[in-house]
């Protein structure tokens, strides 16, 4: 189930909030690339010895193909000081503590201990976390200086430390921050579930609007239901408990090769129209053309269960291209840029945009 290999620290290549990214000399295998959190193993240096977990380096995988430091064994680093009883990644090897803003320690306890609304504020669901980027360019274009906080669910990645698009959307403050929910860990503040994770946007961090994706990474079988962003309708029904107004981000492609991606994604129709049980507005973005009557007509395969609102998109692909060069955030999804599936970033930049005129 793991490979394990010990490695030799050769070089640093690059380093973000979180995560540093290293060059690796493993054995007879090679140079390669591998990943290290400091909070959770130290910060590696070259010359030091590394344990590793090649697995997903082995099998290629592209959002995860990096060995993964298990740990520095000649250089531990020191125990961790401070309140926290909240273990995340649990029962792993990497089981790591920290401090939850809904546990008994914390000084936001009796702040969430009866907290229930988010008094109705909008909650941006998606299914990928590329669509992060398009969603925060549409909201921000049409309503600059709206507060925004992530809310990052443990469908792919745990570490919220892994997206190096998180970061850069931080430090240049088009992100306010970031909660991390379930067995995700690393955000500016870390929560049990998905609704205690809400409450703290608001409550917390007084956000004007959520975004909630999976991190990077996502898990699909090409099955109907054996996809980690089939949680988006699971997080259209906590927004709606919890008194938001959720917004169903569309997953929409021109470019995607595989016929069940085409147009409105599969998982769309089966994350809004099976799993979401509340009402949530989806935007339906006005793409023109038969593509656009194309993705008209499956959209409206959940008109019965939810609010459609036509958004016109026809600044959108500049609007993206400006905030790709000014943020230096690209704009990817599974290796596609902008303008090789630019039906995916118009449907997500069309929510962020409706989500600007419920404010």
């Known amino acids: 189930m793991i490979r394990w290999r010990e490695g030799t620290v050769r070089g640093i290549r690059r380093e973000w909030p979180g995560a540093v990214e290293l060059d690796v000399t493993v054995g007879g295998d090679g140079d390669c690339r591998a990943l290290a959190y400091p909070a959770l193993v130290g910060r590696p240096e070259p ?15 592209g959002t995860g193909g990096y060995a993964m ?6 250089r531990l680093p020191p125990d961790p000081i401070g309140p926290g009883h909240l273990v995340k990644a ?5 089981q790591t503590t920290v401090l939850g803003v809904d546990e008994q320690d914390s000084p936001h306890h009796a702040l969430l201990q009866d907290a229930d609304s988010l008094t109705g504020m909008p909650v941006i669901v998606a299914d990928l976390h590329s669509a992060l980027p398009p969603i925060l360019a549409g909201l921000l274009a049409d309503r600059p200086g709206t507060r925004v906080v992530y809310v990052m669910p443990d469908g792919g990645a745990l570490p919220a430390w892994f997206s190096m698009s998180l970061a850069r959307l931080k430090e240049i403050g088009a992100l306010a ?5 379930g067995q995700a860990f690393g955000g500016d503040l870390e929560a049990v579930t998905v609704h205690t994770g809400l409450l703290a946007a608001r409550l917390i961090l007084a956000a004007d609007v959520v975004v909630l994706a999976q991190g990077p990474g996502n898990l699909g079988t090409g099955t109907r239901w054996g996809f980690s962003g089939v949680s988006a309708g699971e997080a259209v029904n906590a927004a709606s408990v919890l008194s938001g107004r959720p917004v169903g981000s569309l997953r929409v492609s021109e470019g995607d090769a595989r016929e069940r991606h085409q147009g409105v994604s599969h998982h769309s129709i089966t994350a809004y129209g ?12 006005e793409l023109g053309g038969p593509f ?25 692909r500049d609007i993206c291209a400006i ?10 999804t599974m290796g596609r840029g902008l303008d090789e599936d630019l039906a995916y970033f118009l449907t997500a930049a069309a929510a962020g945009r409706h989500t600007a005129t419920l404010l």
């Open 323 to 332: 905030a790709e060069q000014d943020w230096g955030v690209r704009m990817s």
């Open 177 to 181: 921050a970031t909660v991390t929910v």
């Open 47 to 61: 010359g030091d010895t590394v344990l590793l977990n090649t697995t997903a380096l082995a099998m290629g995988l």
């Open 274 to 285: 099976r799993v979401a049980l509340a009402r949530a507005d989806i935007p339906v973005p």
């Open 90 to 94: 649990r029962y792993t090897p990497l």
């Open 292 to 316: 656009g009557e194309r993705v008209a007509a499956q959209a409206a395969q959940l008109g019965d269960r939810h609010t459609l609102v036509p958004t016109a998109v026809t600044d959108l």
């Open 69 to 74: 430091v298990v740990a520095v064994p000649d």
